[in-house]
């Protein structure tokens, strides 16, 4: 499907649809839960792109393979869920940080965020993989 109104469209929908993925992701920031959510949102941008325009041409705007997204996604939630472990908590136990940004105040960073962008990638990689690979058949 090569219409010039899906390219002139998706050309405004795709960052919105990104920074909506964005903004799912971040939402829980102190409980896990938005990057399954966001990971689809963003599976989505990426592959009303390849229709749009084509799925080479997606691969390339995304600028790593999506089984590479599946592995370092998967590095990512399994790391920072076993982080409680070398803390003497039981595994997944959120943990806890601060960073200090001088005048601006503290930043409280925990596990939940990090496998929740753990989960985004692996969500992110699996369904393009997919799609992906299907349009590339076609």
Do not use: C, N
């Not at 971040?26 to 399954?36: I, W």
């Not at 869920?81 to 136990?93: E, F, N, V």
């Not at 930043?107 to 690979?133: E, Q, R």
């Amino acid at each position: 499907m090569k219409s010039l109104i899906l390219r002139t469209a998706t050309r405004f929908l795709m960052p919105m649809m990104l920074l909506f993925s964005a903004f799912l992701l971040l939402r829980g920031h102190h409980l896990p839960g938005g990057g399954f959510v966001g990971g689809l949102v963003a599976a989505a941008a990426f592959s009303l792109y390849a229709f749009a325009f084509d799925a080479r041409e997606a691969l390339l705007l995304l600028r790593v393979d999506p089984r590479s997204l599946v592995g370092g996604g998967l590095l990512l939630a399994l790391g920072s869920g076993s982080l409680s472990l070398l803390a003497g908590d039981p595994l997944m136990t959120g943990q806890w940080g601060a960073l200090d940004l001088g005048k601006v105040g503290e930043f409280k960073l925990g596990t939940p965020l990090f496998f929740d962008a753990g989960i985004y990638l692996v969500v992110l990689g699996a369904t393009l993989a997919m799609i992906l690979t299907m349009a590339e058949r076609e």
